[in-house]
């Protein structure tokens, strides 16, 4: 049969995928799920029609048999003589070996006519009523005479003890068939699951049916019955030959099995045409009916023994010869789910009646053999859904942990209250004199339950300790370390050791022998750590790679068989498939972060070759959550010292870039008699882009020079140290014509700078014996000439230096007066805002220069810086503020 490919990753697949198979036998495989779903269906509504026909009719004999007439004889199927009579037919005359012509007036062709009359339809026979019975005697004579009907039994209208058993009963057979469902659900392709849902739907067929089946449904109800009672032993011959290997015996000799199949195909034959005679042409071919049964009878009963036998031997043969550690895992785990729940009805129900311990005596021994009984099929169910069977020693001990989980004790605390209440406190206190005796004995009941239900999730955990240590001792101390190492994990802040000491233990704990631990690196996981990989091990998965996806998507550990993979490993190329099993990878644990995947482990087969458990699964996630956060700390721990030495490096830069830039600024302002000049720049940053500067030339004038840098940090703070550079260089012997030089200046700082570079600039040249000032302002904020109640704006000259290669300046010129105070600043301090984010303004710097105008140029500059941080109050420094002032007070000296 050919595999089909399912998509259960969530990815697209690739229509070029070229590990698809050819679209022909895509189609075939998909048309062959189709109908295996079909097929499937078909059977669910055969299967349950029947359970519920076959429960019904039971519910209704056992509430209605007071209505029921019960049938006065037995009809032989084949020669229509009749025996079994009871008293009734033999009060009417009847006798043994008679052959029946007539009931109830019509010719008597077929079973069915026994089945209306006796069973539920509406043609039924009550209790009491008479039959009409016409026969042949074995001489020849016809006899005809009225048979006076008596019931069944009395009706049964309470619950007692028949009716738990009957319910009893009708559990274990739909129970079987929903595991039997479940089964094939999951595994539509395999044969072993459609052999096993075969086997899980034959308990439904083990009791006799009832001969009172309505007519519409009583030939296709006893076909299915018996069409179950011949097929279950062959389901359960195959299975034990192909389960979970082919059994040796059947390699050997694969023609020996026909030996016994042959024969059942041909008994099935003959007990499909002996039922449709029965049932519609008992009249035409009764005797070839006669003549077939007991053929039937020799030639499947000693099968059925025989099949059973051949499984039990198969069975045993591969406990000891199965060719894998999971195959022999497999048998354990189907012989003792066999042997608990089939033992357990046969210990209650066969063995010890024949001591005196009867059931009906003994209500509450029935019920454990009905709840062990459900081991069988949930072994089967298990060995053949599970990818990778658990030992019987784990499976006892997840069993264990179920069975003391809370919602499993709180059930049997209120079973046990029941028990009690109808056991003891109804009995004591249906009559009153029981009353002074009771009421203590209800008090001390009571409050035996409530310490009982108070202490239930205490005792629960002691009991599975308890447990653990005494049985479980190796998967108990597994656990313990795997806990602990979760704990630890989250401790480290490297990852080297951090891996190592994961990997360690867990190779340690689990015994696994091959270990590798991948972490991320831009966007691919490079090998970190490995543990027993060969040197050919892949250096990286990629970050588009099935593998990586699956687990960043999933978050969840993924486990690899290669017998039944995922749709994630299906999706892989065959580089990818090919480097994880160069790793024997079958375990798959992500190392998740909180927001992408940083790594993850390879783990490889157990040395024993078992499955990871759910337990296992469920610590190694928890160990796998807590290395990503610790490998997420770590990288967070690196990235943070990374960021401060970094942080510390460039702190150093701007330090000393600072104090270089501060010996840019002048370091000794020249003196001039009656007169104070006055310079100072804050930086917003550890440097700035303001610039203030005061030469003294050669021919005895003085450059005043002030600028303003786009930007802010080390960037502006190199483009003003090229201006000042360039300046220096062209004034030193006492430039005639400034307009030329700041032409000059532009063109220099245009090629030095970036495209988005620029500079406002404002350069004088003072003449203390004429006080003459020549000026250009290059864009520029203009400094103010402050002459009493006069305010002289410096505003001519041409656009910022640095943005245009051509650009043209103009020369513009101020006598100055005695008394007179030049005011150069940067935009830094007439827009320092404050926490309402209101600008100072040029209006209220003028206001505090007036303000102390006869000062000397210092003291009027700290005055302003000061007016300046009140305004701003605590709110930050957004621009660097430079000042540059030079007061006249007087000229005696160039008079």
Known sequence: MPAILINLSGYDEDASDPHAPPPAQQMTSKTATRLLYLAFGLFIVASMTFYVMQTTAAFQELTHRGEHARLPFQVDDDLFTISNLEHEALAAGFKQGDRLLEIRGEPYRSRRQIVSITGGGKDFVHAGSPLSVKVRRVDGTEYQAQVHTTARQASQKTFNFEWALNLLQLLPPVICLLIGYWVVAARIRDPNAWLLLVLFAFPSVLFSPPHWWPDPWAFPLRTWFDALQVLGTPALFLFGIYFPERWRVDRRFPWAKW????????????????????????????????RLSPWIDRIINPLNLICVLIYVAALVDKLRSATTADARRRMQVLTFGSVIGIGSLLLVFVLLPHFGVVPEKNPWLGLPAFLLFFAAPFSFAYVVVVQRALDVRLLLRMGTKYALARATLLVAEFAVVAFIIVRFIFPLVRHKENLPVAIPVLIVIAAGLIKLFAAHDSLSHRLQRWLDRKFFREAY???????????????????????????????????????????????SFGVEHCIGVSDDLPKRFEESSS?????????????????????WFLLADDRERQALDTLGAELLLPLAGRD???????????RSEEPYTPSDLRLLQSVSTQAGLALEISALVHSLASEAARRERIDREIEIAREVQERLFP????????????????????????????????????????????GKGISAALLMASLRASLRGMTMDGPADLALLMTRVNRLVYESSATNRYATFFFAIYSPPTRLLRYVNAGHNPPYVLRGSEI???????????????????????????????????DGISEALNLQEQEWGEERMLAAARAHLPENASTILRHIVTEADRFAATAPQHDDMTLLLMKLDGVAAYA
């Not at 490297?494 to 991320?520: C, F």
């Not at 230096?801 to 103009?810: C, K, R, S, T, V």
């Open 596 to 606: 992408k995947l940083l790594g993850f482990i390879s783990l490889g087969p157990k």
């Open 477 to 523: 101390d597994a656990e313990l370390v795997l806990s602990e190492l979760s704990d630890q994990a989250r401790r480290f802040t490297e990852a080297g050791p951090l891996v190592d000491t994961v990997t360690r233990r867990i190779s340690e704990v689990l015994h696994v022998s091959s270990i590798a631990v991948y972490l991320r690196h831009g966007r």
């Open 259 to 290: 030996l016994v199949l042959a024969p059942l195909l041909v008994g099935l034959a003959l007990y499909a045409t002996v039922l449709y005679i029965e049932n519609f042409a008992a009249v035409q071919f009764g005797g070839l009916s006669a």
């Open 667 to 710: 370091q000794q302002l020249p003196t001039l008699p009656g007169h104070t000049i006055h310079g100072a720049c804050r930086p917003a940053q550890g440097v700035g882009g303001d610039y203030y500067d005061v030469l003294m030339l050669e021919d005895g004038t003085l450059g005043l020079a002030i600028g303003d840098v786009s």
């Open 547 to 567: 593998t990586v996806r699956n687990l960043a998507r999933s978050n969840q550990p993924a486990t690899l068989y290669r017998e039944n993979p995922d749709g």
């Open 792 to 826: 002289h704006s410096l505003d001519g000259g041409g656009p910022v230096i640095g943005l245009l290669p051509d650009a043209i300046y103009e020369e513009c010129h101020l006598l100055l007066k005695p008394g007179d105070l030049m005011l150069a600043y940067t």
